[in-house]
């Protein structure tokens, strides 16, 4: 591009633009929604340094992104594709051998190959609220375009440990006070760039190129590092990678970006990237709202109904959205309790950064009402009742709310397994009646499931899905069954952990099995967490309805003896199949005085117990899905890792399957049913795939995505 037409902003390609402003070239990318490092970024890019390089008068270059973001990463359109030219590799390389010394202006969200280009730049400037990070841990990889070789010599070997293996971002403040910055100012990008680069030009901004740094030896954090991860994610494969390529980083930095791409490249071949990557498109895709038959009304204002943990967890979301909540509760000391379990969780947010003290008290002093009555919710557009899973308590409070409710709110039940159908028969408008089912804690878990009753309208579900879309959570729709999709599952997985006690199991090793298959925690200790006494009432409402056809187990027996007779419900009263003291916990010693004396370890392959944890799930799930309970693969995947954490790197229990291949799951099935029972007999769905050799994601491909509101 000859020089001369550098009067103004010039176009290089479709996103990247110049300038030359008093000696500094600047260096614009536009390539919206957030900037990502495509091919024609990277070209661009590259181009537009060649250009500026050979113009006359320009004695350093200023890189700076239009729109909300700097780069953002990987533009996700080329994932799988072969990488063209320039890959990103070998263009941060081109960058930071650039003759003219480089500055970066950062804003917005800087990830993955964004902050790895920032990095081979000679300064980094970022503007205030800024948050960077390195997040290709968690689809399965590593940072392969010099990531892992830039971060240590410019931050620190351990920081950089800390950084590439957990995948989090952190804030341009932690990022200058560990040098992956070199400072933050206030501005428009344009301006602060040009300011940047006049720095850079009089030496009141230094240069650091990451080529001439060195990265201090540090093998105790490398080796601490090792033992954590064997410790806390031995079943995850590229983290551990992420650790050999940060070794590297004594190497002169070409030789380590060597061994960072050979790394790179054995990430690449895991099954885990496949299954990662397979569940982060899953998830983006369930994120996308279908189309309604009508378009759903401004939510302007939340009803909840019960401020336990539950009730007040999702009032607290709400609030944080912005949403007026009014909570009702039955008496003045319940309300008085989910109000200071609501400012706690507030409180907590303000120390997290999330909220100001200012909006805190903002909130506390109107935005969050609360009454005894429910007429208060009078006003509400959306009233979610999250009281106890028993049928008549909800069908009491769903004819009080609706007594004063407006006629087109819609009423939502947070219940975790009773079936919404039946619920709604306490509703006098059943079409605006839906089940939104929270998990627990509200504030940390993603997922929220959405439930159809037989006549909820297209209205209430669109209503529903813009709720969720505005407290930035994940949801997934599923037809009404008992137990729905998640909670059926979860319990298939605790009462396979009781099932093993019975069988004779040491506790210790059930609890091992389950964490080393990739769960986050053993069934014993999800048990506790979701409540050994709400278990019991799950069966004991199951029973009762199901009445001649329930077929008793070991599973009642041992909840039995565990609820009603030793009062061990669970961490909410400190003592379960764990005894509890503050946040140390520890088995409880009197497990076999429950079910009888367990047989030595040595009698049991681990290797079978961790398939029978993952098998029951995925089996259930296949079953769930072949009553159209759930209706998209991709859901139920979602669904089984952000709900119950089902091992991420599978890709979720129907992905899981797909990898194993059917036929070689219902073999398996087969051979448990032998050995442990008729609860492995696998379903007639999976039998006819299993002879047709099908997978999931063939037989069933993902509904077109064409007619969608976007929630992300």
């Known amino acids: 591009m000859p020089t001369e037409t ?19 070239g600047l260096i614009a990318l536009n390539n919206p929604p957030v900037n990502a490092a495509s091919h024609a970024v990277r070209s661009g890019l590259w181009q537009a340094v060649e250009t500026l390089r050979k113009a006359d008068g320009v004695e350093v270059l200023a890189l700076y992104a239009k729109g909300r ?13 072969p990488p063209a030219d320039p890959w990103l590799p070998e263009l941060c390389n081109f960058i930071e051998g650039s003759t003219l010394p480089i500055v970066c202006v950062l804003h917005g969200t800087t990830l993955g190959g964004g902050l790895e280009v920032a990095m081979s730049c000679h300064a980094r400037v970022a503007l205030k609220g800024t948050k960077v990070g390195l997040p290709e841990v968690t689809l399965g990889i590593l940072p392969g375009a010099g990531g892992t070789q830039r971060a240590p010599r410019l931050a620190g070997i351990s920081y950089a440990l800390d950084m590439i293996t957990t995948g989090r971002q952190v804030s341009a403040e932690e990022a200058l006070e560990h040098g992956l910055i070199d400072r933050i100012t206030d501005g ?137 909540v009014t909570l009702t509760e039955r008496d003045e000391a319940g309300l008085g309790r989910g109000v200071q379990t609501i400012t706690g969780n507030l409180e907590g947010a303000v120390k997290r950064g999330k909220l100001t003290a200012a909006r805190r008290d903002e909130i506390l002093g109107g935005v ?73 804690p509200v504030d940390k878990m993603m997922l929220v499931e959405v439930i159809l009753g037989k006549r909820t309208s297209d209205r209430a579900l669109a209503m529903a899905l813009d709720y969720i879309k505005a407290i930035k959570k994940t949801p997934i729709v599923v037809n009404d069954s008992r137990g729905f999709y998640t909670s059926r599952v979860v319990m298939t997985y605790i009462r396979e952990g009781l099932m093993m006690l019975a069988d004779g199991v040491p506790a210790a090793m059930i609890e091992n099995a389950g964490k080393m298959a990739g769960m986050p925690v053993g069934p014993l200790s999800l048990g506790d967490e979701v409540a050994l006494d709400l278990a019991w009432k799950i069966v004991s409402a199951t029973r ?43 088995l409880w010693p009197g497990i076999p005085e429950v079910t009888g004396q367990p047989k030595p370890a040595e009698s049991f392959n681990i290797e079978e117990l961790k398939q029978r944890l993952l098998v029951m799930q995925a089996l259930e799930t296949a079953r769930i899905f072949e009553e159209k309970c759930l209706t998209d693969v991709r859901e139920a995947d979602v669904g089984s890792i952000l709900g119950f954490g089902f091992a991420p790197y599978t890709g979720g229990t129907l992905s899981y399957i797909d990898m194993m291949g059917t036929a070689a799951f219902v073999d ?45």
């Open 6 to 24: 550098l009067a103004g902003e010039t176009a290089v390609n479709d996103v990247v633009s110049i300038e030359i402003d008093g000696g500094i």
């Open 69 to 81: 973001t700097f780069i953002a990463g990987a533009d996700i359109r080329e994932f799988g594709k």
């Open 188 to 324: 428009e990008p344009r301006a602060v760039a040009l300011a940047a680069a006049q720095d850079l030009k009089d030496g009141s901004l230094s240069q650091r190129r990451t080529g001439d740094l060195v990265a201090t030896p540090d093998a105790a954090a490398i080796e601490t590092m090792r033992a954590k991860l064997a410790r806390t994610q031995p079943l995850l494969f590229s983290p551990h990678k992420c650790i050999d390529a940060v070794a590297a980083c004594h190497l002169p930095i070409l030789e380590g970006m060597k061994e960072e791409r050979r790394l790179y490249e054995e990430c690449m071949k895991s099954p885990q990237r496949a299954g990662l990557i397979h569940a982060f498109f899953s998830e983006r895709a369930v994120t996308k709202i279908p189309e309604a038959s009508q378009e759903p009304r401004q939510i302007s204002s939340i009803g909840v109904i019960g401020g336990g943990t539950m009730g007040s967890g999702i009032a607290t979301a709400a609030l944080l959205a912005g949403l007026p």
């Open 368 to 440: 969050l009402a609360g009454a005894t009555d429910h007429a208060a919710l009078a006003g509400a557009d959306l009233v979610i009742e999250a009281v106890f899973e028993d049928r008549e308590i909800k069908k009491a409070v769903t004819e009080q709310a609706e007594a004063v409710m407006k006629s087109r709110a819609i009423y939502a039940s947070n219940t975790s397994t009773l079936p919404i159908t039946s619920l709604a028969q306490a509703s006098k408008r059943p079409k605006n009646f839906i089940g939104i089912h929270f998990f627990s």
């Open 544 to 586: 009762k309805d199901l009445g001649v056809k329930y077929v008793e187990g070991p599973l009642d027996n041992i909840l039995e003896e565990m609820v009603v007779k030793q009062e061990r419900f669970g961490r909410k009263n400190g003592k379960g199949f764990y005894d509890y003291k503050g946040k140390d916990k520890s």
């Open 668 to 712: 398996l099935c087969k051979k448990f049913t032998r050995k442990w029972g008729p609860r492995f007999k696998p379903n007639k769905l999976l039998k006819e795939m299993a002879k047709e050799n099908a997978t999931f994601y063939g037989k069933f491909p993902p509904k077109p995505e064409e007619k969608v509101r976007d929630a992300a």
